[in-house]
């Protein structure tokens, strides 16, 4: 009822807000803030470009590696996301909320714990590939490596939805302790892959000193 | 089974389940800890490693209480295999 009453105010008074930094990785080519970061091999599977990128960014995380495609793809982009977002170190964590969503859910970790247990002669589960038969990990993931505690929240649905992103982001800013919204599209199905990650905050957040201060739509901002 | 045949295996086999792209099996010291300070492993790895055992070696861990000891390190895990495999 409280969501309901939230969003008929959000209508009537919308909240607006300001996309701070944002990486978009497709087609193994990686942007971020409107300019090219990376691009990988055309021919590149997507683990050879996520390993790639990764060396590109100089991170030293070995835990990347146990991650299955869809939080590879998901961390890497927040990672960029995060980088190129000046002010954010001093947020407190609990203040960061993650809200992210797809159309595959973890279809591809699904598909790999299946294969791992359809031969009935030779069964052996593999326990890190059943850990991540579940979308929201990839939220898990980012949430340990840069020790957010705010709220979070995985969505699953037929496309990116542009409205449901904003008003949940906006209801959250508008309502609780939150004072940004790490937002994300990241997508993984077969030799499909795509992450668009965004930083969300309140107009009314200091923008002078911000990198990136252009009042996107955040629908054209996805279909660039 | 050797102890230091089985050990070697180990190495490789640990670091291609477990996904440590970065260790190369020369780096593994097969006295040092599995857990905490050595290799940094956590619980799933240690699921894991149960099931490596059991998929490479047919070793089944009999007494959950034994898997801290046997675990410890490659060495253990290594011992552990040659007096219980078939």
Redesign the interface.
């Known amino acids: 009822m409280e969501a309901v009453m939230l969003l008929l105010f959000l209508k009537r008074y919308k909240l607006e807000t300001s996309i701070t930094s944002y990486c978009k990785i497709k087609n193994n080519t990686v942007v971020v803030n409107d300019k090219q970061y990376f691009k990988g091999t055309e021919s590149d599977e997507l683990s050879a470009f996520l390993g790639a990128l990764y060396k590109q960014m100089d991170l030293s995380y070995?835990k990347f590696?146990?991650m299955d495609k869809l939080c590879k793809l998901g961390t890497l982009a927040t990672e960029l996301v995060i980088r190129n977002n000046i002010d954010l170190d001093n947020v407190p964590k609990n203040e960061i909320a993650l809200v992210f969503s797809n159309n595959s859910s973890s279809l591809e970790s699904d598909r790999n714990h299946a294969n791992s247990i359809s031969d009935k002669e030779n069964y052996?589960?593999?326990?890190?590939v059943f850990?991540y038969t579940l979308p929201n990990i990839v939220i898990g993931e980012i949430a340990i490596k840069h020790k957010i505690t705010g709220e979070n929240a995985f969505f699953v649905s037929g496309k990116f939805d542009a409205d449901l992103m904003h008003n949940y982001s906006s209801i959250l800013l508008q309502n609780s302790a939150i004072s940004t919204v790490i937002c994300g599209w990241v997508n993984v199905d077969g030799n499909s892959s795509e992450a668009f990650v965004y930083c969300i905050k309140n107009l009314n957040f200091k923008q002078e000193n911000n990198v990136f201060q252009k009042q996107h739509n955040l629908q054209q901002l996805y279909s660039l | 089974m050797e102890v230091q045949e089985v050990i070697k295996n180990l190495k490789s086999q640990i670091i291609e389940q477990l996904n440590l792209e970065e260790v190369k099996p020369e780096n593994i010291d097969a006295n040092a800890p599995l857990f905490g300070d050595g290799l940094g492993l956590d619980s799933i790895d240690a699921l894991e490693l149960i099931v490596l055992l059991e998929k490479n070696y047919g070793v089944k861990i009999k007494d959950p209480k034994e898997a801290k000891a046997i675990f410890a390190s490659v060495q253990t895990m290594a011992d552990y295999v040659v007096a219980n495999s078939k």
């Open positions: 070995p590696f146990k052996f589960p593999s326990p890190s850990v």
